[in-house]
């Protein structure tokens, strides 16, 4: 068992907290990062364009996935509106964030006039690292648990962080112990990276460019869909009676296989390549010509040169 109960602070810095949440979402956008750059140069793409795209997309992502929260939690918040805006800021919707990280990523392809579809396998193992690390925020914070367990990895709960259904009263720190969800996800996003790792690397030939994202989509909506059956009820944002994240899981599935089905019949095979050298090449967009999603999908389908 988990018996340990972390402090949700890391260090104190005089007056200023700083939180092993904000440390973990930093982390994993830091390994995110550097892990988008190898792929860039993997696939002949210009790995430049990353530092500012990644800080708009993150900013988007934050926006969303603390919107999601918020919705989600309102309980927390609704007789002091005030601790949305206020620090420490914890607590983000995964799918609130992905919505609006894939929209702002959107714009950026369309400003640059990149393909939607290679960037798209260039930025999915990112979103892997970063749900694997990120999730390590929750279990600092004590959140993110769901029913009591017996299993030998549940998780001890103070009473601080005790939903209103399991009071230490009736339910013993030292006896009682609950399904660790923020490690679930961690995990299931841990074997996702190591999978689409492999197929970037050794892609199969029915693997088309652009399929990694929506093999994404489908991974993290099935992971969620389950283990939102282990969420306690009073954690649950329902919609028409039925968990929401339930909701959002199956439609990610659904968008997820509609993709790789309409990658399958338009898009090329995947086919990574060597950068030679990125000092001595030429902007490969061009700021003065319109760009058209037509365009897009075209780059996707050229042919680079072949790595050796």
Not at 40 to 50: P, T
Not at 77 to 95: E, Q, R, S
Not at 226 to 241: A, N, Q
Not at 273 to 291: H, I, K, M, P, S
Request: aromatic share 14%; charged share 15%; with cysteine.
């Amino acid at each position: 068992m988990i018996d340990w109960t972390p402090n949700a602070i890391a260090i104190q810095l005089g007056p200023i907290p700083v939180y092993w949440y904000g440390i973990a979402y930093a982390t994993g956008l830091a390994v995110g990062y550097l892990l988008m750059v190898r792929q860039a140069k993997l696939f002949g793409q210009d790995a430049n364009l990353i530092g500012n795209g990644l800080v708009v997309v993150a900013i988007a992502a934050l926006i969303g996935g603390r919107l999601y929260h918020v919705i989600d939690q309102w309980h927390l918040y609704a007789d002091d509106p005030l601790k949305i805006i206020l620090p420490p800021y914890t607590g983000l919707g995964v799918f609130g964030g992905f919505i609006t990280g894939t929209i702002a990523f959107l714009l950026l392809a369309r400003r640059y006039r990149i393909s939607i579809w290679v960037w798209g396998d260039i930025v999915t193992p990112a979103l892997f690292t970063f749900q694997a690390i990120a999730r390590w925020g929750n279990f600092f914070n004590q959140e993110l648990y769901g029913r009591p367990t017996d299993l030998p990895w549940g998780l001890a709960i103070d009473c601080a962080h005790r939903l209103p259904e399991y009071p230490c009263d009736a339910f013993p720190v030292a006896t009682t112990h609950f399904h660790p969800l923020f490690l679930y996800e961690s995990l299931s996003a841990t074997v996702g990276l190591l999978v689409v790792l492999w197929l970037s690397r050794n892609p199969p030939r029915w693997l088309k460019a652009g399929m990694l994202f929506p093999i994404a989509l489908i991974w993290m909506g099935a992971v969620r869909f389950v283990t939102e059956f282990l969420r306690i009820d009073s954690m649950v944002w329902r919609l028409g009676g039925i968990p929401t994240a339930q909701l959002f899981g199956l439609a990610f599935v659904v968008v997820g296989v509609a993709l790789l089905w309409y990658l399958h019949r338009t898009s090329a095979p995947v086919t990574i390549v060597r950068q030679e050298d990125d000092e001595d090449e030429e902007d490969w967009y061009d700021e003065d010509e319109d760009w058209t999603p037509e365009e897009g999908q075209d780059a996707a389908q050229e042919e680079p040169e072949p790595l050796t």
